[in-house]
């Protein structure tokens, strides 16, 4: 047997929040990607402890890794196995480098598969393998099927489709050079693609997996100066964990920190304070704020327990409506035991805590998950649509639009245009399932006179 | 009577293109070859149109020279126009065409065969095939003469009870003027093989000096031809000269004194015309019954599919210098004969025309070629090959390359040694027959660039590097044309090396060839080099980006082609594989993993399961 050429990763424990979660990685490549990761391929057969970090340098998570070399892994094959904190997002973030760097996600059964063709099994194993693949691709093609009748599959064939119509429009002129056909006309094709780019876009966009890996639930820390909007940051983070620290291009203005909740991504933004009569440079400042806090998924204001209420501008009433505002009380060391001196606005539900001493953060914690679970989407099939592979076979889609477009705007030789398409309807294949070239031929005969 | 005693090694039935190339293949790998042909005055007839090449098939006509074929050169030799297609749209798609002389072209090739070594070529019409316990041991003739061979290729195109229809008038023949096989459909047909119909339709032609070319549009061939042979590797006396007899054969220098073809269209008359007798043509009053192709519709299906189109381009093509006779291009029909020649009358410059022979369409049978190894061997009946038409394909160069390659391995499977395989990513012949042994085909089956997904890599110019393993590995090549070759790849690769290491003003040489493209500078040494090295030194460094990334996507693929499926695997003993899975691979009988996974209906966990199943040591190896 030939021996893969690729390397693959997957996830082996369940998908959802639990304590740890299990990362294998099997293939020619892995003692490489080990040194690449952790600077250097840790020693055989070894629990270490390492700092995951992405390909641009970020920490992920500190895990624990331990390397297998071909002569004792399950797979036969050089392989590792990393154990990260069982959030979905860490262990999403992780599997997505991994496959920018390189590796494939593995198929149904595939590491079992790989250990059989490697002789790590006999034959009356490999009977149980195939039980094995076979159900679990039964499991993966329902669930597939799930998902492509769902708004996901519709919209993919419907994009395929259209991409169909321009590649026929290409293909036309490059296969029928002699043919009286009208004049070539690549506006059209243009303004196809375009739409379809943009379609792609909202795919991902809209994408559970995609928006939120990404951005997190947009969460904007906001109050009057000194209200402890940055030790309720510290706090927060420094309570929780958090995955990614500085983004570059963030405005200097805002600190910015991202956070795990619960099963949620947070990305946490702290804003100038809102100074009731600000200078000329503070009312830019602030005017930035107000813009952050009307982006926001949720905001969280901050408020001092032991002070009256202060004065909020005009054009932020509007925009902390209760189903995405939460006021958080600070201070509340300071009373002592006295009631807090001001009713709540617009009955904003309302958590009481101490940045300082860390009372109350718990149930901070808690009404922001709460907060979070009520953005996702509940019962929407697209919700779970998007999985890390489908996100990497849109991203590729994307890209190869991003070429043809180009190509079409310095008009580029017509073949390397179709080529970029049949990459965008291979990725799309990827999804609902590949694409028969007769498709694009039919498309092509009937909707130009071919024959002479 | 029993003609022979020792059997040929090869017997080819039918010297159309597929036929004469599957009998020289099969003659210069030193087998023993009988060539029967129903009519010696027809072989290599262009029933169609004058003309070898265009889009797609160009391509595959250089690949048929990187295999030793002699279509490419016969074309050349013969050509009376050549214009290389698609110069625009970049260089993986262009594609050369040669209007040819068809009188010429026969003669030299009958010419040809009737020189070449180990080659007899016979006169009779194959009546039936000779089987012997599940395996084919000859055939019969209707001169009740019989012949033994160890093998047999069909090649007999459209004339398995071939029926020609003009309006209601049904003549049997596969072409105008020939004969057709009836018995041997029967022959076919007792040992299991499936046959279809389908259909085929052709355009009058006419009489030049009838014609007004002043109220046509000339179109000329190009200044500096492209030609399909490789000349720069080929030794120059394979031109006109055979090795062994020093006769000079028919032909001119290639490219000398070309003509023109001249373009017209339909009128609104034309279209009134049709319309008003649509009722009569064979076609649409459910005379036919066999299935036309798309790409190549009788002007009746254009004026009714396109109806909003008001004409159509009409291209008269000269069949020869020695000849007053045009072919029309695009008037193709089955109408009445009246029809055809009011038809006629309506276009600009025919309006006089005198019609030589009728426009007809012929319904013709075939084998689904599902039913064949990707050798071209039956899988029902052991050392029977089928190459050409009679698989479903339209085309002279489809039928060519498919006779190669049959002819070929009808000698493989004598000498016992493993056939010639050609993948898909490797060249245009690949996927042609893997499209057909796989897919199988629902209407005349021609070549389009389209259908090669790697179609990048399939550069007319580097046809003969693509097959050097196959042309080195079963000697289809002179040794000396194979060093020439070897020595124009290496200097392609010295040269892409170069290119992409050395540096000049403004970055090295490969990045500001792929930034000014046309027009780049190159290297003093580079431009001393021939033509065909500097083309391709430079498409390889221009299309760098993307040939890589193809060749990546080939290699990801070229896994699982590798691996083989033993032929009598049993599919049905599998526990884990979908039922429905398993009655199509027993039916298919895929000769690889990669063949098995472009099957309709059969998915990737089939896939996965075979894969664990022919790892596990029943049966199963490496290409």
Request: aromatic share 6%; proline share 5%; net charge neutral.
């Amino acid at each position: 047997m030939p021996r893969p050429a690729d390397t693959i990763a997957a996830l082996a424990t369940p998908a959802g929040t639990a304590a740890l979660a299990l990362l294998r990685i099997s293939g020619p490549d892995t003692s490489r990607l080990a040194a690449e990761i952790f600077g250097a391929t840790p020693p055989p057969r070894t629990a270490r402890r390492g700092d995951y970090r992405a390909r641009g340098g970020a920490l992920v998570d500190d895990v624990l890794c331990i390397f297998f070399p071909e002569s004792g892994s399950y797979t036969g094959e050089d392989a590792l196995e990393i154990s990260c904190h069982g959030n979905p997002f860490i262990a999403q973030a992780i599997l997505e480098d991994l496959f920018a760097r390189g590796c494939r996600p593995a198929g149904p059964g595939e590491f079992t598969q790989r250990a059989f063709l490697n002789g790590r099994m006999d034959l009356s194993q490999a009977e149980a393998v195939m039980d094995l693949i076979h159900a679990r691709s039964e499991r993966a093609l329902a669930a597939a099927n799930h998902l492509l009748r769902g708004g996901l599959g519709r919209r993919l064939n419907d994009l395929t489709e259209r991409l169909l119509v321009a590649l026929a429009r290409i293909e036309a002129y490059i296969d029928f050079p002699d043919e009286d056909l009208p004049p070539e006309d690549r506006a059209i094709v243009r303004q196809a693609l375009e739409t379809i780019a943009r379609e792609t876009d909202r795919l991902l966009a809209t994408s559970h997996y995609g928006e939120l890996l990404r951005d997190g639930i947009k969460t904007v820390i906001i109050g009057a100066p000194n209200a402890g909007k940055s030790s309720l940051l510290n706090c927060l983070v420094g309570h929780e964990r958090a995955i990614v620290s500085p983004e570059p291009g963030t405005t200097r203005d805002f600190i910015e920190e991202r956070m795990i909740v619960g099963p949620h991504c947070l990305r946490l933004i702290d804003t100038a304070g809102l100074n009731p009569a600000p200078g000329a440079i503070e009312q830019l400042g602030m005017a930035k704020s107000l813009e952050r806090a009307a982006e926001a998924d949720l905001i969280l204001l901050v408020l001092e327990a032991n002070r009256p209420l202060p004065a909020l501008p005009e054009t932020l009433k509007s925009i902390i409506t209760p189903t995405r505002t939460l006021a958080v009380v600070n201070k509340i060391d300071l009373l002592q035991g006295r009631p807090i001196g001001f009713a709540m606005p617009d009955d904003l539900p309302a958590v009481n805590v101490s940045a300082l001493t860390g009372t109350g953060i718990d149930d901070l914690v808690l009404a922001i998950t709460r907060f979070a679970d009520s953005f996702q989407p509940v019962g929407k099939e697209d919700a779970i649509a998007i999985n890390a592979r489908h996100a990497d076979a849109l991203e590729r889609a994307r890209a190869c639009l991003r070429d043809a477009l180009e190509k079409l705007a310095s008009d580029g030789p017509a073949e390397l245009l179709a080529s970029d398409l049949r990459g965008t309807l291979g990725a799309f294949g990827e999804i609902v399932g590949k694409v028969d070239n007769e498709r694009m031929l039919d498309h092509l005969f009937s909707s130009f006179c071919i024959g002479k | 009577m029993v003609y022979n005693k020792i059997p040929f090694d090869v017997i080819v039935c039918g010297a159309g293109h597929a036929g004469v190339e599957a009998a020289l293949a099969a003659s210069r790998m030193g087998a023993s070859t009988l060539l029967l042909t129903g009519n010696i005055d027809t072989i290599a007839q262009m029933s169609c149109n004058p003309a070898i090449g265009g889009q797609a098939k160009g391509q595959m006509v250089r690949e048929i020279d990187a295999l030793g074929g002699e279509m490419a050169i016969n074309a050349d030799v013969t050509g009376i126009q050549f214009r290389l297609l698609n110069e625009s749209k970049g260089q993986a798609v262009q594609a050369p065409r040669a209007q040819c002389d068809k009188k010429a072209y026969q003669f030299r090739l009958k010419h040809t065969l009737e020189l070449q070594k180990n080659l007899q070529v016979f006169q009779a019409t194959v009546t039936g095939l000779i089987f012997q316990s599940g395996k084919v041991v000859g055939c019969q003739t209707n001169l009740e003469i019989d012949f033994t061979g160890l093998t047999v290729v069909i090649t007999t195109g459209t004339f398995l009870r071939g029926l020609m229809h003009i309006g209601q008038n049904k003549t049997e023949g596969g072409r105008m003027g020939d004969f057709s096989a009836k018995s041997l459909s029967g022959s076919l047909m007792e040992a299991g093989i499936q046959l279809e119909r389908l259909k085929t339709g052709t355009p009058p032609r006419l009489l030049g000096r009838s014609l007004d070319f002043s109220k046509m549009v000339e179109q000329k061939g190009d200044a500096n031809p492209t030609f399909f042979a490789f000349h720069d590797t080929r030794d120059p006396e394979d031109m006109f000269h055979v090795e062994h007899s020093c006769e000079r054969r028919i032909g001119w220098a290639p490219g000398s004194k070309q003509v023109s073809c001249w373009m017209t269209h339909t009128t609104e008359q034309t279209a009134q015309l049709v319309r008003a007798n649509l009722h009569k043509s064979a076609m649409y009053s459910g005379e036919i019954k066999g299935v036309g192709p798309r790409y190549c519709p009788s002007i009746e299906d254009k004026f009714v599919r396109f109806a909003d189109k008001p004409r159509h381009l009409l291209f008269l093509e000269p069949e020869g210098r020695a000849t007053n006779e045009y072919y029309v291009n695009g008037l193709s029909t089955s109408l009445p004969f009246d029809v055809q020649l009011d038809l006629v009358h309506s276009v600009p410059g025919l309006e006089d025309a005198q019609i030589l022979r009728p426009a007809y369409a012929v319904e013709y049978d075939f084998a689904h070629p599902t039913q064949l190894f990707p050798s071209l061997e039956s899988k029902k009946v052991e050392n029977l090959f089928f190459a050409g038409q009679i698989n479903g394909t339209s085309g002279y160069e489809e039928a060519a390359a498919q006779g190669l390659v049959a002819g070929v391995n009808a000698v493989n499977k004598v000498r016992a040694t493993p056939p010639m395989l050609i993948q898909r990513n490797e060249g245009y012949i690949g996927v042609l027959i893997d499209d057909l042994v796989t897919k199988g085909t629902s209407e005349p089956y021609r070549m389009f660039t389209s259908r090669a997904e790697h179609r990048l890599l399939f550069n007319h110019g580097s046809a003969e590097f693509r097959f050097l393993d196959h042309s080195t590995k079963y000697s289809l090549l002179s040794a000396n044309r194979l060093l020439n070759i070897k020595s124009k790849q290496s200097a392609v690769l010295r040269w892409v090396d170069f290119l992409e290491r050395e540096r000049t003003q403004g970055g090295t040489w490969a990045e500001l060839i792929r930034r000014d493209r046309v027009g780049a500078a190159i290297p003093a040494g580079l431009s001393n080099e021939t033509k065909a090295i500097q083309e391709e030194v430079i498409y390889r460094v221009s299309y760098q980006g993307y040939l890589v990334r193809e060749q990546k996507q080939v290699e990801k693929l070229s896994q699982i082609e590798k691996i083989r499926i033993p032929h009598d695997f049993n599919y049905l003993s599998i526990s884990g594989l979908r039922k429905e899975s398993a009655l199509k691979l027993a039916d298919f009988k895929p000769m690889t993993l990669g063949q098995a996974s472009r099957i309709s209906g059969v998915n990737p966990s089939d896939i996965s399961i075979l894969m664990v199943m022919i790892g596990s040591g029943r049966g199963g190896d490496i290409v």
